[in-house]
Structure formats: structure tokens, C-alpha cells
T-cell receptor
Framework: GENVEQHPSTLSVQEGDSAVIKCTYS??????FPWYKQELGKRPQLIID?????GEKKDQRIAVTLNKTAKHFSLHITETQPEDSAVYFCAAPIIQGAQKLVFGQGTRLTINP | GAGVSQSPRYKVAKRGQDVALRCDPI?????LFWYQQALGQGPEFLTY????????KSGLPSDRFFAERPEGSVSTLKIQRTQQEDSAVYLC??????????????FGDGTRLSIL
């Protein structure tokens, strides 16, 4: 089955700097990779996703890169702001059956003013 | 509201009681997922419905957990004879369909269950 590893578990950056979170996955058949942002007590919110037919996708200050050969994908946040502070989760689907998502362990990102 | 709605937001129960958690998915979404999120962890899959059919329940931790979606819309997750290890946030997610390409899952705010 799918196994998703996420690093680092905590990340602290100065406001305005960039943050990078990395995930590796095990199932080479996986073809869709979402990133969720979860603020304390709130729902996981989809912030960006990428499909396996592209290597990079950008949405304003957020970008995701995918390396299918190495089976890893990364979230990049540029010009970080205090409201970026949250827990971020990567995920990958199990392709067979329900296509349920397997989540990484999460990264607690803190933006220091 | 166009999002996934869950109720109650908080539930406190004594050990041994039965609880029922409700999920109202986004209108028109065929697929519905239940996840369990322990404190400081990522969500873990419990069960999946496609319309009213429960196609995967491999993540349910024991036979005390039961889920249904009788009309293919609202779903209920029931936990019988609750135990302290059942304390967690229970998240519901829905997506438009399960056909390729993979459809994004959208989550509700969850139900925080505390077993005393």
C-alpha cells in the first residue's frame, strides 16, 4: 500500500522568507498529489494539487514540484506571511479501490514576524 | 453553504455510550470519505461510499464502528460502546466522483469526540 513520509515535522521561518516542505511516496502508480493547510481547530483546506503529467504548478506564492522518478513532491511558499502559519499535510492516493488518500504526518509551519 | 457540513462540532460522551456523527456532503458529490484524525497526526482513512454503497471499510478500527449513507447523500458514522481511544477528530470529505482524473476531496470542519 501507499506510504507517505513528510519532512520536516516543524519549520520556523522569518516573515518574507521561503518555506519548503517535502514528501516522498511509495506507490509508483500514484498520479495525484494534494497539499492541505489546517489551522487550529479548522478543516484541512486544499491549497494546491498536482497531477503526474506535470512537473510543477504555481498559484501566486504557492508552488508544488513533482519528481516522479524519485517519487517525491514538495510545497514551496515564497514571501511568507504570518497567516501562512498552520499545519500542512501532503497526501497521495491509493490508486486501487476507493482511491483513498494517505496523508503525511504534517509540518507545523511558524512564520516569525 | 456550499461546503461539507458536519455535526455536532463537539461531542463529549462517557465510556460505553453510543455516539452518532453526521456528515452532509457538497451537493452532487458522489464520493464520501470518513477519516479519523488523532491529535498532532494526519487524517487516517476509515471508510468510503460511492452514492449509497459502502465500497471500502478497511480503515474502521473495530466492529464497534459503523457507517451508513442510505440515500446517497447524508452519512452517519456511529460508534458503539465508546472507549477512550476513540477520542479524536472525525473528518468527513466528499468529492465529485471517483472516476479519473482523480477528483479533489473537500473536508468538513470535523467532529471533535471526547470520551471520558
Amino acid at each position: 500500500g501507499e506510504n507517505v513520509e513528510q519532512h520536516p515535522s516543524t519549520l520556523s521561518v522569518q516573515e518574507g522568507d521561503s518555506a519548503v516542505i517535502k514528501c516522498t511516496y511509495s506507490d509508483s502508480a500514484s498520479n495525484y498529489f494534494p497539499w492541505y493547510k489546517q489551522e487550529l481547530g479548522k478543516r484541512p483546506q486544499l491549497i494546491i494539487d498536482i497531477r503526474s503529467n506535470v512537473g510543477e504548478k504555481k498559484d501566486q506564492r504557492i508552488a508544488v514540484t513533482l519528481n516522479k522518478t524519485a517519487k517525491h513532491f514538495s510545497l514551496h511558499i515564497t514571501e511568507t506571511q504570518p497567516e501562512d502559519s498552520a499545519v500542512y499535510f501532503c497526501a497521495a492516493p491509493i490508486i486501487q479501490g476507493a482511491q483513498k488518500l494517505v496523508f503525511g504526518q504534517g509540518t507545523r509551519l511558524t512564520i516569525n514576524p | 453553504g456550499a461546503g461539507v457540513s458536519q455535526s455536532p462540532r463537539y461531542k463529549v460522551a462517557k465510556r460505553g455510550q453510543d455516539v452518532a456523527l453526521r456528515c452532509d456532503p457538497i451537493s452532487g458529490h458522489v464520493s464520501l470519505f470518513w477519516y479519523q484524525q488523532a491529535l498532532g497526526q494526519g487524517p487516517e482513512f476509515l471508510t468510503y461510499f460511492q452514492n449509497e454503497a459502502q465500497l471500502d471499510k478497511s480503515g474502521l478500527p473495530s466492529d464497534r464502528f459503523f457507517a451508513e449513507r442510505p440515500e446517497g447523500s447524508v452519512s452517519t458514522l456511529k460508534i458503539q460502546r465508546t472507549q477512550q481511544e476513540d477520542s479524536a477528530v472525525y473528518l468527513c470529505a466528499s468529492s465529485f466522483s471517483r472516476t479519473t482524473p482523480y477528483q479533489p476531496q473537500h473536508f468538513g470542519d470535523g467532529t471533535r469526540l471526547s470520551i471520558l
